[in-house]
């Protein structure tokens, strides 16, 4: 045996000695790797003849990439790190939409599961965490893409009411005595919030079918419910709360995006942002703890679960066109519990430009060219989601 093998087995030794495992050395798989997903279930439901739903229940948390095929049409889904169950075994599969459902286990611990189709469709997915009731959920929507065009619809508990214009409530964060996150420069973080929101406001106001209306128009504070107030009063079809908040990491930056959550935070980030911009509240000396008729109703109205997806799916579009401009924080929608989302029928979202803590990020969001791409980045994310919703 030459020393090269003699030193290698005795490295070996040491290393299983401090409980390493072999594979780690030799590529294999870990004896502790994450545990799979199951997939627990599989619901589907036909709510017009031009939408079908199909959600997916897992037991754990998984990762999924969705992409289509035609000749024939059909959707191919990809679930990391998941294993097949007799779940797939469903009856009654076929929809307006859909005329079958299939899968068979890939490399790598893949699921991939295949919805054949009756004709071209545009699908939709997205991740929801549990809540409670539901564990792990992945939901795929069609939506039919042959059908001629109709007058544009509006918000979530009355699509069949036609109308003209779509309006988006956009909130600028902060405000008056709230000055909100102040960067090393001075930059306050209610002046960005205010400018992007006014460059927003004259784009959107210039597009045919659009209109915008500002929660506050100048430098003034105005609580978190009357926000949602103002805006519900505009009967607006949507919410943007535009912030530019700080971190107690100066080297965090990039943009996100969060929804509510009637649960947890899925994040730390996301619930130490939540925890903040909750608490401008108090700065005007008026408690968040009011047991309010309206928030009350929100905790406990069905029709949230339905707003928070659309908001997902709303923030999930914007986010994907703000990364066109500026690094992102997280590339995924998180949510937790911020009292100015909680709008019932309206689906809302708060966006966070940038972080004023970095000394880079707040560089450019001092830039009125850079704030010019931001709230285009955020409307056209606004307009393909409204466009997909009509569709």
Known sequence: MNSFSIARR???KRVSRYGLSLALLTGAKPAFAKPKSTLTGIRISQSADDHTRVVFDLSGGFEHRLFTLADPHRIVIDLTDTRKSQAIEIDNVSTNLMSGLRSASKGNDRLRIVLDLEGKVRPRSFELEPDGKYGHRLVVDLHATNLSPTPIKTSQQERNKVKQKFVIALDPGHGGRDPGAIGKKGTREKDIALSVAKKMKTMINRTPGYRAILTREGDRFV?????????????ADIFISLHADSFHKPNVKGASVYALSLRGASSEAARWIAKKEN????IGGISLDDKDD????VLLDLSQTATI????????????HIGKVSKLNNRKVQQA??????APDMPSILIET???SNPSEEKKLRNPKHQH???????????????????
């Open 337 to 342: 519990g911020f009292a100015v989302l909680k």
């Open 223 to 235: 609580t978190l419910r009357n926000r949602v107030k103002k805006a519900r009063e505009a009967e």
């Open 309 to 320: 997806q659309d908001s997902l799916e709303l923030g999930s579009d914007v986010l994907s």
């Open 354 to 356: 940038a972080f004023l």
């Open 294 to 297: 309206l928030i009350a109703s």
């Open 279 to 282: 608490a401008s509240d108090l």
């Open 373 to 391: 791409k931001l709230a285009k980045a955020v409307f056209s994310g606004i307009r393909n989601h409204l466009r997909n919703r009509q569709a």
């Open 10 to 12: 005795f490295f070996l």
